[in-house]
């Protein structure tokens, strides 16, 4: 996997505040309270996941997600 990307998808927990964020494709799920504290929490996650540098991804794509409701 060297030379690749993981994606997390990112969301805001509007009801308690902070973020999520699962990577697509495997098993990885973190969260923070800002986003810096997420990006660390993230690449910690990562690091923990691959504990082998030849099978960690060189790049890590953040995908916020955001729902927007519209009233009829």
Do not use: K, W
Not at 21 to 43: C, K, P, W, Y
Not at 45 to 64: K, S
């Amino acid at each position: 996997m060297s030379g690749t990307e993981i994606i997390f998808e990112v969301s805001e927990d509007e009801l308690d505040g902070g973020y999520s964020a699962s990577a697509l494709g495997f098993g990885i799920h973190t969260q923070g309270d800002t986003l810096d504290e997420l990006r660390r929490n993230v690449r910690e996650a990562v690091d923990c996941y691959f504990d082998d540098d030849t099978a960690r991804p060189r790049l890590i794509r953040l995908h916020f997600v955001r729902d927007e409701v519209l009233v009829a």
